[in-house]
């Protein structure tokens, strides 16, 4: 089963407008960290993002929120105020922190493509 | 804020040569690095995670000898594709994760390879 989905299609907003891209996920990891990473053109991995799963409140970073919602099981990255360099590749991940220990390697969805208009 | 470089960003080989890619974490001592492999408009698939001082941990349908991994030093692994083929074409990104616990993962600018 996959551990992070990602089913939007290429995603469209008008610039300095919001959108939200979605993430759902799937653990039995009483401890999980998600995290949001963008990818621009040129190929580069951008963390944007961390919430953990004993956070109490959701994860803001600038212009960046997630909107976890823990029983949903879901973790949507928004953006507000969007600018044309916010186009990119933008990437779900996890990391389960009890099963896989200190080390553990990040799942990663597939990915969603946002292409902000002018 | 923690850095990794990777390098070459770009390498084109013949095939059945070998091509070296390096992983640098610059300000952070990274005792596990991991190595991704990327298609166009694909996921990042993980393809082994690196140890510092120990063998690598390949995932399932990853060939070993195929994907060289050397971690000799808390700052550097380095990826080695042997005897490539255009399959092998592909783009390679690594990462590593700095301290404390819970850190999200850094990672190199990737290396294009294509094969001809």
């Known amino acids: 089963a996959q551990k992070i989905t990602q089913t939007q299609p290429g995603m469209f907003v008008q610039e300095k407008e919001a959108v939200t891209l979605d993430c759902t996920y799937d653990t039995s990891d009483p401890s999980y960290g998600l995290f949001w990473y963008k990818q621009p053109s040129s190929g580069e991995m951008i963390f944007l993002i961390y919430?953990?799963?004993?956070?109490?409140q959701n994860a803001t970073e600038g212009r960046y929120s997630l909107n976890f919602q823990k029983a949903r099981k879901s973790a949507n990255l928004v953006i507000s105020a969007s600018q044309l360099g916010d186009s990119a590749m933008y990437f779900c991940?996890?990391?389960?922190?009890?099963?896989?220990?200190?080390?553990?390697?990040?799942?990663f969805g597939k990915g969603i493509t946002l292409s902000v208009r002018p | 804020g923690a850095v990794v470089s990777q390098h070459p960003s770009r390498v084109i080989c013949k095939s059945g040569t070998s091509v070296k890619i390096e992983c640098r974490s610059l300000?952070?001592?990274?005792?596990?690095m991991f190595w991704y492999r990327q298609f166009p408009k694909k996921s990042l698939m993980l393809m082994a995670t690196s140890n510092e001082g120990s063998k690598a941990t390949y995932e399932q349908g990853v060939e070993k000898d195929k994907f060289l991994i050397n971690h000799a030093s808390l700052t550097l692994s380095t990826l080695t594709v042997t005897s490539a083929h255009p399959e092998d074409s592909s783009f390679y990104i690594c990462s590593a994760r700095g301290q404390p616990e819970g850190s999200p993962l850094h990672f190199g600018n990737g290396t294009r390879l294509t094969v001809t």
């Open positions: 300000d952070f001592q990274a005792t596990t």
């Open positions: 991940a996890m990391r389960e922190l009890v099963r896989t220990g200190a080390n553990s390697k990040l799942t």
């Open positions: 919430q953990g799963s004993y956070d109490q």
